[in-house]
């Protein structure tokens, strides 16, 4: 056991009664049974042998407990760990322990025992302890929040979810500072946790065009090509994001920090593919291709039904088509499988000053 582990067992014990005519007879042969942590649901429970008289490598060890002074006791564990965590307990409620050792003779769990009690907490204390951590988070109060974290540390879990699904890094990445961020993440909150619909923390931090966030989020970038369900990163929602506040220098980022740009999301769109077909900004398309990203020039069904020039043309973004064109070789005169070009793609959909633009480079590369 660990000496963190052992220091914080020595306080527990001195919370629990230990019972039983094995325990003050043998001392030598039966463990030391200690209460690590006391929630309102769960009794966190670690015991250590006597480094003279530890029984054979592998003893099973059997827990039961029982509620109040009810006689009756239920079993908890068996195994070979040197601790377990008792879940589904009832708040404010007297709980018991009890150890047995394997005894091979007999092949059963011996007579002898050892005994610890403890009572669970209010839950309704917990719960306030969470909502003025939520907050702390929302107010971007750093210094509270690690008041409220160091004051309820054993009681509080960091990953823990508000009614509406998020945990505080979640709720932090919308729109909290870098500083609050960080202060969560030194409690050990977790950037792979996802909502409902698997979106990271830092997607969060990016759909929401949160540039401190996103910066504290990438000093440790392995969550930065997790996709969600509809198979989007988060480079995929920074690039259509470009024209918000903020968004050319989120996707600079994600670059830099080695975000995957050849990702395709569930529908074979990549993060080049979703700017074509959203914002359209054309600075954000330079830093793409400049980072490694390729044009579609060639159409190949199913896949690929449609080029990049044709989706820019069709969404109406005149000066990303330009920048296709004139810098990276766009193909003006490819056809989609029905004879489309993105001239007629960008005319269909009634983008007549595009359309005259991209009939003029047609003429221009015709001669």
Known sequence: MSKKNSKRSSVATRHATVHGDAFAHSISKQPVLQILKTTARTVTLSWMF???????????????????TDPQFSRAYEGTEDYFVVENLKPETLYRFKLRIW????????????????????????????LKLYRAVAENNVEAFKELMEENRSEIN????????????????LKGSAEMVAAILEYGALQTTTTQSKKTPLSLAVTYSNLPAVTALLKDPHAINIADQGGSTPLMWAVEHANFKNGLEIVRLLLDSGADISAEDVNGLSAMDRLCASCGNAKCARMLLEHGAKIVNRI???KKKVTTLMM???????ELCYELIDNWSADVWAKTEFGQTAKMMAEGAGHVDLGLLLEKKMIKEDY
């Open 300 to 302: 190949d069904p199913p």
């Open 312 to 318: 820019a043309a069709l969404n109406g973004h005149k």
């Open 103 to 130: 005894d091979r003779n007999i092949q059963d769990y011996g007579s002898e025992y050892v005994e610890v009690s403890t009572t669970t907490t209010d839950e309704s204390k917990l719960i306030k302890i969470q």
């Open 50 to 68: 006597h480094p003279e008289n530890c029984p054979p490598h592998g003893t099973p060890i059997q827990i039961v407990k029982a509620e109040g």
């Open 158 to 173: 960091v990953e823990m979810r508000d009614k509406n699904g998020k945990t505080m890094l979640m709720q932090a990445a």
